[in-house]
């Protein structure tokens, strides 16, 4: 491929001041994951996302969990070879524009901020529910909320933000052990359940879920993991990045799907019928099975876990904004406000475009949301597995990096399933994204190709370039 970068130093001349443009390395393997598991936030996860697969693939939800689980783990497999290579804050788009050219870099960045930008506002309006046991909240209202909390804990040091977010991971930990320990104790059916692909139908009859159904589910499998590419956005800010990223990609997918997966077991078993299996109310399921007093523990811990993983996405957010800035991607004044960092070493006025808007976005009917999500997430995993795939090549088969196994079968097999998987979406979903990738070339086109010389210069701090 044409047009690739080469790793170059960022250019500070043309800063009209002299803030620093380098984010601090202040955090370790245990922070790291920490805050990675944060912004994967299995409890919030467990009961808001996966209530939406439990409506469309009844018992077929774990079996579809597992197996993106897998397809997770040779996209680990890349995010830790290509991380570890390329330590910048852009995480996806950094590392695809290096390995693969800047067009495809900059459709990654788009994704990535489709992603990033809806998702932590749309699971934020969930407080509200969680919390209704105590006191009944406007939902919009109460997302919106969470998002300014968020963007206030954002500007903070990184380092307190871990121990914050390691806090709150703990109890929706908790949350998650509580309801998989319900669910196998009140068991209704055995383990066969989980391949009986069944749903509710209309008339309180069943119905079988097809294959097909299940691929196009994995979509949405992915993204409920996806959370474990936040390490390499905090890659800039890892002590060691060539050794802690890999390390914090591989422990933060292990434990997120052990914390997803065992649960959505749990809840298949348990559920009295398959109608209330794919009902997805699991605050009403873990009240039949203990008492309103536990229902209401586990309700507020996924509260906190919301407000835990709105921190850390806007945390995450904030470091693409910057690193797109110092990366020239935007007009000057556009690219030294997103640059500048704040007292505590965070990039304040990135982090305010990121949480500000989010609480806006509260009050927008965002209904296709998943959809559009997961075929985002989808591609970009495709794109990142082509720039895996090219990661061996020149003076990159030399650089000290973590190496994946079963190197070039991995990223191979990866694109080959993805792929696929693309082609199983509804068309709305892809008309979506298609629609605003189509803008993104027009902007590549018109705006930043013309001034290659100047714009989108993907560069990683000198620290990491050893």
Not at 153 to 160: E, M, P, Q, T
Not at 223 to 230: D, E, L, N, R, V
Not at 304 to 324: D, E, H, K
Not at 365 to 385: C, F
């Amino acid at each position: 491929m044409t047009d690739t970068l080469r790793p170059v130093a960022p250019d500070v001349t043309e800063a009209p001041d002299s803030s620093p443009r380098t984010l601090k390395r202040s955090i370790g393997v245990v922070g790291g994951t920490l805050l990675t598991l944060s912004c994967v936030t299995p409890a919030s996860t467990l009961f808001v996302v996966i209530p939406d697969l439990f409506g469309s693939l009844g018992t077929a939800t774990a079996l579809t969990i597992a197996i993106g689980s897998l397809l997770c783990i040779a996209v680990a497999f890349c995010y830790s070879e290509l991380g570890t290579l390329i330590p910048s804050a852009g995480g996806e788009y950094a590392m695809v524009s290096t390995m693969a050219g800047r067009l495809a870099g900059w459709l990654v960045f788009v994704m990535s901020l489709l992603v990033v930008m809806i998702v932590p506002p749309v699971i934020a309006i969930g407080t509200a529910d969680y919390l209704a046991p105590v006191v009944h909240l406007d939902p919009a209202m109460t997302g919106a909320g969470v998002m300014l909390l968020a963007t206030v804990a954002g500007l903070l040091d990184l380092r307190a933000n871990a121990w914050i977010t390691g806090i709150f991971l703990v109890l929706e930990v908790i949350a998650a052990g509580v309801v998989a320990l319900l669910g196998f104790t009140h068991s209704q059916r055995g383990l066969g359940s989980l391949t009986s692909m069944q749903v509710g139908g209309s008339g309180g009859h069943t119905d079988a879920v097809t294959g097909m159904l299940v691929i196009s589910g994995l979509a949405i499998a992915l993204f409920a993991t996806q959370g474990f590419s936040t390490a390499v956005y905090l890659s800039e800010e890892l002590e060691n990045p060539r050794r802690n990223v890999a390390r914090t990609v591989l422990a933060t997918l292990a434990i997120s799907t052990v914390v997803i997966l065992v649960p959505v077991v749990a809840i298949t078993m348990g559920a009295s019928d398959i109608q209330e299996l794919t009902g997805g109310d699991i605050s009403s399921m873990v009240t039949a099975w203990s008492n309103s007093a536990v229902g209401t523990f586990v309700s507020l811990c996924v509260a906190l876990a919301i407000i835990n993983a709105g921190i850390v996405m806007v945390i995450q957010n904030s470091r693409v904004l910057f690193a797109s800035a110092r990366d020239k991607a935007w007009p000057e004044p556009v690219n030294n406000g997103l640059s500048k960092l704040g007292r505590f070493g965070s990039p304040w006025v990135a982090t305010l475009l990121v949480g500000v808007p989010g609480a806006a976005l509260c009050f927008v009917n965002l209904d296709t949301l998943y959809g559009v999500t997961g075929v985002s997430v989808t591609a970009m995993y495709l794109l990142v597995a082509v720039a895996a795939l090219l990661a061996r090549r020149g003076h990159h088969k030399h650089t000290p990096a973590w190496r994946m196994p079963l190197w070039p079968a991995m990223p191979i097999l990866l694109i080959v399933v993805l792929a696929y998987v693309l082609t199983q979406q509804e068309t709305q979903y892809l008309l979506w994204t298609g629609g605003i990738t189509a803008v993104a070339t027009l902007y590549w086109a018109f705006y930043l190709r013309p001034r290659r010389d100047t714009r989108w210069l993907v560069s990683i701090p000198e620290d990491a370039q050893v």
